[in-house]
């Protein structure tokens, strides 16, 4: 974990080696904390009057999503995944609130505004691009921090309690300590806490779902029609188990993500730190360890240009991935991280700057795909969404289809022109 550089002399390959190959052998990091450490940490969270839970892909790692479940639900906290991209939480917890952001400190600022105490496992915090480090945390807040990485811990925010641990030995141990100390008033108190966190998550989910009633009204092509429809397409053929998806929709992540999951583990890959181009790439490497499953790549249109040339390797290693470009002609991240960012300037709301459209010349991701030799279709309409999606579960091979999706941003200012 971590940079590495290998710097070979040119004529390597000329000289015989006689050394024998030695396998990497990979030390155990099943470290548990001591016994006082968690006695401190499970007495912090046992007094806690609003604890909170910040997970990362430490836990995924360390496979402890059933301990930090059962954990999350003994304490009654919520669990925001700090920018990470694995399921950390079994698939479908009601606990899980989402992810804090990835781009301003402001966003988690807001989540984790109003918890007395916040444990985090399996992650550093806060990852954002824009970080808040002076005051991420209510000025009170108390800290407990589990984690194997030691430089982290404590780096940014002081921490109350802390150990360099296995995340799932962690939350085993925390758990069992809770299990002994839990008086009946402070069990009644988290089992009520807990119902009202599941009741919030599951408000927001709600307001999420009516959200997307509007693009199921439509009559364009959505996402939310899109991943709808394959949801039932796959059900239909069976193959519903089979799916997993590598998630680079950004924009359109939250709709395909409600549409297509809940994932467990294992069945949902992104890029943890959000650098492009890996949709289709990552898709290759997780079909090619797992040659039975359906694997999709969802990605944008500007992060399929990063790496489009995958399709030649798929196509020359026969790898019979699914693409789906979700084609929305620009940067559209971009352009609602500018906003976000003059609105909280108190700014004018301005043109984008020219760059975020990508939309001249438009790009054809149907006729790229096929100059590889890979079968594709483009949805324009939502009439065109069967066949798309009948190719994208039958189609032995890879295949790509083109999904067009809308473009706006709402309350933009309609970019400068192009001028070519
Ligand atoms: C390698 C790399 N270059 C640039 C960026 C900055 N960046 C973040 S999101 C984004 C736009 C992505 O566009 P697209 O894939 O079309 O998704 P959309 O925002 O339109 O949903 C860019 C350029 C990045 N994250 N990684
Ligand atoms: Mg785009």
Known sequence: MGPVFVNLPMDILDAECEEEPTPTRVPSTRVAPDEETLERAAALLLGAR??????????????????????????????????????????????????????????????????????????????????NVLEAFDRDTKLVHFDLDAYEIGKNFPVEVSAVADPKLALLGLGRKLDERFTTEGRARADRRREQALASIEAARADARRGDAVALDAKGSTMPQFARALAKALEAAGRRDALVVFDEALTESGAMTRHLGPFAPGEMHQTRGGSLGVGIPGALGVQLAQPDKLVFAFTGDGGAMYTIQALWTAVHHRIPIRCVTISNGGYKLLALNIQQYWAERNMPPAAFPREFAIDHPRLDFKAIAESYGVRALRVERQDQMAAAIELLVSHDGPVLVDLAVPSEVPGAVPCHPCGQ
């Open 50 to 131: 609003n604890p909170l839970i910040l997970c990362g892909d430490g836990v995924a790692v360390s496979g402890a999503q059933e301990a930090l479940a059962s954990l999350a639900e003994k304490l009654g906290a919520p669990v925001y995944g700090v920018n990470s991209s694995e399921p950390n939480l079994p698939k479908g917890h009601g606990l899980w609130a989402g992810l804090t952001g990835h781009m301003f400190g402001k966003d988690s600022r807001s989540r984790v505004a109003g918890h007395d105490v916040v444990l985090i496992c399996g992650t550093y915090v806060f990852p954002e691009v824009f970080p």
